[in-house]
């Protein structure tokens, strides 16, 4: 089966700009999460969802940033009047249940770049 | 102090040679252990999970978790150059917080062929 899906894989975008990137979870994954990497470090959490519920969005750096996933399979990762610090490897991974176990599959990635 | 500490690296290892590669993390309460092998410009991929105290082995793969300590590691056994790539470290904040991971900044390996 296929795997997460994310796009686009490169997004550049002037500052200011508002960006929307889309990740397509595998098929029957109840959880979804929404991680920022850096350049050279880990990934770090922004946000999850069960279904189509956003269950904790503590990772969210500041109230431009949005997630929404309204059916509970595809989600998009909103960014509002962009800026140079937002410039960052944005990951999506699934799991297929809510669990402390549950491995999580992560998407290639969209590398966004802000100029 | 950050919540899952990784030494950065490089780790230099020659062919054929075991890499060891540690993990410590803050959160007692933690249950559950995962190492990700992360190719540059790749998304991160599972090679190991462990949830109790001891070994667990896959292949060339055994990942070791001692609570006490608040110390897990992978063990790499006969090294290829093709294992060279970044190790995240991940633990689920569970019970602390939701499902969600807290990554260590990964250790970057390189084997020498």
């Known amino acids: 089966g296929a795997g997460v899906s994310q796009s686009p894989r490169y997004k550049v975008a002037k500052r200011g700009q508002d960006v929307a990137l889309r990740c397509d979870p595998i098929?029957?994954?109840?959880?979804l999460f929404w991680y920022q990497q850096a350049l050279g470090q880990g990934p770090e959490f922004l946000t999850y969802?069960?279904?189509?519920?956003?269950?904790?969005k503590s990772g969210l750096p500041s109230d431009r940033f949005f997630a929404e996933r309204p059916e509970g399979s595809v989600s998009t990762l909103k960014i509002q009047r962009t800026q140079q610090e937002d410039s960052a490897v944005y990951l999506c991974?699934?799991?297929?249940?809510?669990?402390?176990?549950?491995?999580?599959?992560f998407g290639d990635g969209t590398r966004l770049s802000i100029l | 102090q950050k919540e899952v500490e990784q030494n950065s690296g490089p780790l230099s290892v020659p062919e054929g040679a075991i890499a060891s590669l540690n993990c410590t993390y803050s959160d007692r309460g933690s249950q559950s252990f995962f190492w990700y092998r992360q190719y540059s410009g790749k998304s991160p991929e599972l090679i190991m999970s462990i949830y109790s105290n001891g070994d667990q082995e896959d292949g060339r793969f055994t990942a070791q978790l001692n609570k006490a300590s608040q110390y897990v590691s992978l063990l790499i056994r006969d090294s290829q150059p093709s294992d060279s790539a970044t190790y995240l470290c991940?633990?689920?904040?569970?019970?602390?917080?939701?499902?969600?991971?807290?990554f260590g900044t990964g250790t970057r390996l390189k084997v020498l062929a």
């Open positions: 969802f069960q279904n189509e519920a956003q269950l904790d």
């Open positions: 991940a633990v689920n904040a569970y019970p602390s917080g939701t499902y969600k991971y807290i």
């Open positions: 991974a699934s799991s297929l249940e809510s669990g402390t176990h549950q491995p999580q599959h």
């Open positions: 098929s029957g994954h109840v959880s």
